[in-house]
């Protein structure tokens, strides 16, 4: 199952990121795909709003310090953004298997590295451009909680 939508507006994709952190009740990850202001912090700017992070949290990409974590409902969020990092092994530097637990909802941008090492992730997002500069936004679930969660989406 893959579902796709347009995005004209950055709201728009706030909104669908929002709605993924309402969906969200344990434990999940996320990657993000696309180039560069394609709208993927955006999105994660939603699912913390969803995920009832704290309004006073201003979500950037942490493309410095690699991870920024928040504290959402129940649940951690944790943003990763690996564009600057320069191998696999150094997501052990950077903390990755400490910030994994049943609590923690994990989003990346630029996954690439995770996904050398085969990091499964529940859902994959990608950002497209069409030719009117308009985001398509396309879903990939993968496993049951994937599927699940995109399934109570209203797209
Ligand atoms: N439909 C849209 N969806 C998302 N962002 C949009 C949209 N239309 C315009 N924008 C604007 O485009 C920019 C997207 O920036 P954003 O930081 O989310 O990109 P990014 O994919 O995280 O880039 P990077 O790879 O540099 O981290 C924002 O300034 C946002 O307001
Ligand atoms: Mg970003």
Redesign the pocket.
């Known amino acids: 199952m893959i579902k796709k939508l347009h995005?004209?507006?950055?709201e728009?994709?706030l909104d669908l990121g929002k709605q993924i952190g309402q969906a969200v009740s344990g434990q999940f990850s996320i990657a993000?795909i696309?180039?560069?202001?394609?709208?993927?912090?955006?999105?994660v700017q939603g699912l913390a709003k969803g995920l009832g992070v704290d309004d006073s949290y201003y979500i950037t990409?942490p493309?410095f310090n690699i991870i920024n974590e928040y504290p959402a409902r129940n649940l951690r969020l944790c943003h990763l953004?690996l564009?600057r990092l320069g191998s696999a092994e150094e997501l052990e530097y950077i903390g990755f298997d400490d910030m994994m637990g049943p609590d923690a909802v994990i989003v990346v941008?630029?996954p690439g590295f995770l996904e050398e090492i085969l990091f499964k992730f529940d859902l994959e997002i990608k950002?497209e451009f069409n030719e009117d500069y308009?985001?398509i936004i396309s879903l990939f679930p993968s496993g049951q909680p994937g599927v699940n969660l995109v399934s109570k989406l209203f797209l």
Do not use: I, M, P, V
């Open positions: 995005s004209h507006t950055a728009q994709t993000l696309g180039d560069l202001g394609a709208g993927k912090t955006t999105l990409s493309t953004d564009y941008e630029w950002f308009n985001r």
